[in-house]
C-alpha cells in the first residue's frame, strides 16, 4: 500500500508543479526537480505488486488518471520546449543576416562571358 500512496503523491506533485507557470529562467531547474521525481516514481512504480486490496485499486484508478493529465502537461512542456528552440535558432540566422547581409551572395552573379571567336 505504501508504495502505490508513494506514487500517487509524487503524481500530484509533479501536476501541482506543472500547473504553475514559470517563466523560461526557472525552466531549467523546474525540468531538473521534474526529472528527479520521475526517477523516484519510477522507483516506487517497480515495488507495485498484485494482489491488490480495494484502497489500492481504488488509489491506482485515481493515480491513471493523473497520470494522463501529467503526460499533457509534461507534452505541453516538451511543445514550449521545441518552440523556444526554434525561435532562438531563427533569431540567431536573423542576427548573422543582420551583420553580413551579402554573405549568402555568389561572388559569379551579374557577370558576363563573352564567348566570340
Known amino acids: 500500500m505504501e508504495a502505490i500512496q508513494k506514487y500517487y503523491q509524487l503524481t500530484k506533485e509533479m501536476l501541482s508543479l506543472l500547473n504553475v507557470p514559470s517563466g523560461s529562467q526557472k525552466r531549467k531547474e523546474l525540468i531538473d526537480h521534474i526529472t528527479e521525481m520521475i526517477d523516484n516514481r519510477q522507483q516506487w512504480m517497480e515495488q507495485i505488486k498484485p494482489p491488490y486490496t480495494q484502497e489500492e485499486e481504488e488509489l491506482g484508478k485515481q493515480t491513471v488518471i493523473l497520470d494522463r493529465q501529467l503526460n499533457d ?40 562571358m563573352d564567348s566570340k571567336k
Open 73 to 112: 502537461k509534461l507534452q505541453q512542456l516538451f511543445q514550449s520546449i521545441k518552440k523556444d528552440m526554434r525561435n532562438n535558432k531563427k533569431q540567431q540566422r536573423s542576427n548573422t543576416k543582420y551583420l553580413n547581409p551579402y554573405q549568402s551572395i555568389s561572388t559569379l552573379d551579374g557577370r558576363f
